[in-house]
């Protein structure tokens, strides 16, 4: 009974605690619950939409060329080589001749219109002949004028009987009803649509085919598409048209049914009983065409141009095909890809997409059924998604904190993202990605939000507690994640800092007290700045001397890297310090650093009187003495061997083997060469001879060691730890160290 007493209290606590925050979640949800049914659109949302259909179409489309579609393509070097467009019909009575029967084509479809006569000169040669007094000259210039005196005809008699398809085009603006051409026989008549509710798109104008060419061809189909979304993008096109009641079929539709046989058939939805009846799929034979309310297909594009195979017609008409089998039972559509004759539309592939390209993917979908599709139920699935993953991340997201809210908030994307794919690669099926995306993410980012006010206040808390001990950057990640740090003792892995004014003392007494203070003052300012901005804590200074720290209170899994970069930018920081010293009259000063890494133990230690967040341990000492070997080896920084081991990217000389004062087991100094972004073949050069002087050095073969090491101060005349062992090696010669000497040099001082 107590327990769930304790339990419904704790509910009720964080209830009161979160209300607010919650509420707030639950308004967004029902602004996005509201944009799916449609009430009240978010703005923005459709285009959002848009962008993540058109990444999915792109990320899913395929790279293989479909053989059996060709596009005979009027590209520029047609127009160049054949005359500008429109050509002649005895042009066009050629190519089609030509694709038949010299290449045996299986369909011909035409992505061009021909509204109007084929204007000749033979009329104009007429009235020549009729002027003139020459009987023998009239009548051969009639039987040249014979001929060529009717293209059309010429051109209706290549394609009847032929399976072409003819496109023409129809209009939509109320304003202007242009009826021009003749239209072909509709798919269906007004009478077999009775009782049938689909949003038609009705035409109110065509530009057709004049009736010849119209009455010789085999079918024909409109090319147009009104259906381009508000981003001018085309996404779905209609595979029928009303016009006064009558339904005209497509380019690609005409040349599916051709190609495959057989008639049109609606699939109509709705009960016998219902007045509601509408068409969710178009069928043709075993191929089923998913349509919206427009009787409109989302295009099954590919992917980029190139899809499919494209044959210049000028190839054609000269026989300059390089693989003229590549044209035997395909499919073929006539169109154009010269910009000059503006049929170059935007699409989710391609910013700039052939149209002709357009039908040829409507057609490969409808012989591959791979349409993607809306069904009516997807509106109230994504509905129901919508609230189910609003409503849980709603009370889930407060509870969490930052690092969970994120992996819980990602893999939600992730579950989302790929539950999407999964339907849209697998089954075909288009559901919204977006708003359940944009949901999501609108929840976590206010969640954050909402948490970082409150953790604000906690971190002026955190910052007044701590602030002595860490930078401020610290106490930010203390704010949000309490978890990963402790005030407590503890022993863990970390990296220490020591740096030291060289010669100190002497400079000291150089200077009067305010001048001393000023000096420390310019100096340990962007020092330490340099340590917090490397995420490195101050333990202490001591006179000219600071530690520092990396891996607590916050831990650091960088902190020997850090550690690193901080010496590294503290010894550029020294080159501006001393400009400022020289300025004031005062020396340059050398300072030297010692870092050195391993478990060591860190907490608030003290007095009852007072405490400090320090670090103790031998690491911690041998760091220390690593500073104080700076100025022996000329060098300014030195690391300990386990700090080397620790750091990523980055080139280290062995200076020496060594025994500290007050450790009798023997340790590898190191100093930092130069990071894995400047090696170079020079500087590999010189470490590998370095280390070959160093091999012979402890073997005691001094002359070969001698000789290496006198080579690199010719090479490298600046560095001073050549000449160290060069002074070694002659005092080894006079007093060798003995048979069982371990390469160690022991320092006996601080």
Known sequence: MRKKTAQSGHKRNWLKHN?????????????????????????????????????????????KVDERIVIIDLDERSLTMEGHWPWSRAKMARLVDKLFNEYGILLLAMDVVFAERDETESL????????????????????????????????????????????????????????????PTPVMTSEALKGIDVGFVEAEGYGANIPLLEEASMSSGYFENPLQDDDGVIRRAPILQMYKG??????????ARIYVGGELELDVVGTPDSDYKAIENIKLGRQTIPVDHNAAALVPYRGKRGSFRYISATDILNDTIENPDVLIGAAAFL????????????TPVASVFPGVEIHANLLAGILDNTFKHRPAWVLGAELLFILLIGVLLSFMLPDLDAIWATLMTIAMLGMTIISNLYFWTDQNIV???APSVLLITALFLFNMSYGFLVESRSRNMLGS?????????????????????????????MTVLFSDIRSFTNLSEGLKPEELSKLLNIYLTPMTATVHEHRGTIDKYIGDAMMAFWGAPVKDPKHANDALAAALEMMEKLKYINRQFKARGWPDVKIGIGINSGVMNVGNMGSEFRMAYTVLGDEVNLASRLEGLTKQYNTNIIIGEKTRDRITNYYFRELDRVRVKGKDKPVKIFEPYCSGDEIDHFRLEVLEQYYDALQHYRRQQWDAAMHLFARLQQREPDCLLYGMYIKRIELYREDPPGDDWDGVFTHTTK
């Open 335 to 346: 169109g154009t890809t010269a910009p000059g004759l503006v049929d170059l539309r935007a």
């Open 124 to 183: 104009s040669r007429l009235d020549q002949v009729i002027e003139t007094q020459d009987v023998a000259a009239i009548a051969n210039a009639l039987r040249t004028i014979r001929s060529d005196l009717d293209n059309d005809s010429v051109f209706a008699d290549s394609i009847r009987d032929m399976p072409v398809v003819l496109g023409y085009y129809f209009t939509h603006d109320p304003r202007s009803k242009i009826t021009k051409g003749k239209l």
């Open 246 to 255: 009558d339904l005209y079929e497509s380019l690609a539709m005409a040349a």
């Open 431 to 433: 559901f919204p990605l």
């Open 19 to 63: 209300w607010l925050r919650v509420s707030l979640s639950l308004f967004i949800v029902g602004l996005f619950a509201l944009d799916t049914t449609g009430s009240t659109p978010l703005p923005l949302m459709d285009r959002f939409e848009n962008i993540s259909y058109d990444a999915r179409m792109r990320a899913t489309s395929q790279a």
């Open 465 to 493: 507690l701590f602030g002595q001990y860490v930078p401020e950057e610290l106490v930010n990640d203390m704010a949000s994640d309490p978890s990963h740090f402790s005030m407590k003792g503890d022993s863990r892995d």
